[in-house]
């Protein structure tokens, strides 16, 4: 299935815009996971267990796998194929690669037959032949960068001629999208921007994060990230919700107050 | 020793301005590599047991390691370690990363701590916060990325106001190289550009790729990449080493061709 479809699916399923990011950091789980012989994918495993009927996606970041080292990405191999066996919700592995086109291409067949990933985040700076390797998996989604969420967006993305950078990227995206694939990245710290935005991407999903612990808008976040039907906005959440008491709780209150403003 | 030290020593001691790109292709390396325990490492082992004293630095680039799962990611480590056991020659782990303050930490974490690289190269699209944990890392050197050899450098690199993109990363490079551990990565295919980057860049090391199989300018990567002393140009060819018959002598050739020029 395309991930689009299976993206939909999910939203409708679980009536749900929330993305869970899965960014394990071994210092902030609880002691019993580390007393385990696999901390990072058992601590996962609760969080999956305890939320794959409230989200529309999973996101783990690769930084905080890759920094773990081979253990790490074994770790982050075991949790993706754990979500395909036990959910229908789709993984985006967020890795925000992008290189000439041969490494562009080793890059995509890492993220999406290595790690078997549903979609991916990939870094426009090189242009369209650094993305191409990444689009030409049809069926996979792959979500641009356009305005983050950082405070680093000031330094080049918000610059331009006619238009600023980022506008200037989701525009080249609306080209590049032959297959249906493409999305875009916006932070929730940029309300405004995003209304923009999504006028620019059509239909595309919008991958946006920063609405937990970076302190984004929720509400224009929904009312300006989604299109019509109320679908195609992946709201992001991680820190807020891993590290939760109760994780399960909190990821239903996320959802639930996403769905008022839908 | 801090990066810099490291990589005017290599130059000098190798009296070479020349970089390898390790970036290994299971299609392309001999058959009777293939049959061996450990085919990546292994052949990585002949090319640095040929190489050491021709190459001012050596480039991983990540890609083509991730491409192979966790095997490819343990040949990596394998390699980074030998060459640091049997030389003096710095490594440049290729991975352009950039993200989020606390990602972006995780993955300097990655490619200094676990992958135990001397220098990386960065994108710089997030801005600031997305490259200063690299940059926190004083005794490594960051090659943060300009002005790229591939085709995409068009969309959006020679783009802006009062100034094309890739100055302005220059010049903000300029401004975050609080500890000197800053370079730039310059394509080889753009001469004219490269030699008003240098100017930008004062004594910082340029990371040039883009000579061999892209078809890059030798002659003005040498004239404009150094700097006054016949230093800090970092000329990377991969393909055109690796996969020839006599990789030492392709090697020389190119290490003696490049010292034509300084």
Same mark, same amino acid.
């Given at each position: 299935?395309?991930?689009?479809?299976?993206?939909?699916?999910?939203?409708?399923?679980?009536?749900?815009?929330?993305?869970? =990011? @899965?960014?394990?950091? &071994?210092?902030? +789980?609880?002691?019993?996971?580390?007393? %385990?012989?696999? *901390?990072?994918?058992?601590?996962?495993?609760?969080?999956?267990?305890?939320?794959?009927?409230?989200?529309?996606?999973?996101?783990?970041?690769?930084?905080?796998?890759?920094?773990?080292?081979?253990? =790490? @990405?074994?770790?982050? &191999?075991?949790? +993706?194929?754990?979500?395909?066996?036990? %959910?229908?919700? *789709?993984?985006?592995?967020?890795?925000?690669?992008?290189?000439?086109?041969?490494?562009?291409?080793?890059?995509?067949?890492?993220?999406?037959?290595?790690?078997?990933?549903?979609?991916?985040?990939?870094?426009?700076?090189?242009?369209?032949?650094?993305?191409?390797?990444?689009?030409?998996?049809?069926?996979?989604?792959?979500?641009?960068?356009?305005?983050?969420?950082?405070?680093?967006?000031?330094?080049?993305?918000?610059?331009?001629?006619?238009?600023?950078?980022?506008?200037?990227?989701?525009?080249?995206?609306?080209?590049?999208?032959?297959?249906?694939?493409?999305?875009?990245?916006?932070?929730?710290?940029?309300?405004?921007?995003?209304?923009?935005?999504?006028?620019?991407?059509?239909?595309?999903?919008?991958?946006?994060?920063?609405?937990?612990?970076?302190?984004?808008?929720?509400?224009?976040?929904?009312?300006?990230?989604?299109?019509?039907?109320?679908?195609?906005?992946?709201?992001?959440?991680?820190?807020?919700?891993?590290?939760?008491?109760?994780?399960?709780?909190?990821?239903?209150?996320?959802?639930?107050?996403?769905?008022?403003?839908?």
């Amino acid at each position: 299935m395309k991930f689009l479809a299976q993206l939909d699916k999910a939203t409708d399923k679980n009536d749900s815009l929330l993305c869970i =990011g @899965l960014d394990v950091d &071994l210092a902030k +789980i609880p002691q019993n996971f580390l007393n %385990t012989e696999d *901390p990072i994918f058992n601590f996962n495993k609760t969080v999956i267990d305890a939320t794959k009927q409230l989200v529309c996606a999973y996101k783990p970041n690769s930084a905080f796998y890759e920094m773990y080292g081979i253990y =790490g @990405l074994s770790a982050l &191999l075991r949790t +993706i194929e754990y979500i395909h066996q036990e %959910t229908d919700v *789709p993984v985006i592995l967020d890795a925000k690669r992008g290189d000439v086109g041969h490494s562009s291409t080793a890059y995509a067949k890492s993220v999406f037959q290595v790690f078997k990933a549903d979609a991916t985040t990939v870094n426009p700076y090189m242009g369209h032949d650094s993305v191409r390797p990444f689009l030409e998996f049809e069926e996979k989604g792959v979500f641009i960068l356009c305005l983050t969420s950082n405070v680093g967006f000031k330094d080049f993305q918000i610059k331009g001629v006619d238009e600023p950078l980022y506008k200037s990227v989701a525009k080249h995206v609306r080209e590049w999208n032959h297959y249906g694939n493409c999305g875009l990245v916006v932070g929730a710290t940029k309300a405004e921007e995003l209304k923009s935005v999504r006028e620019l991407a059509g239909d595309m999903p919008l991958l946006i994060p920063g609405v937990g612990a970076q302190g984004g808008d929720l509400e224009a976040s929904v009312k300006h990230g989604t299109i019509k039907n109320g679908k195609r906005a992946v709201i992001n959440a991680s820190r807020s919700i891993l590290y939760a008491a109760d994780p399960y709780s909190e990821a239903k209150k996320l959802r639930d107050n996403i769905n008022k403003f839908r």
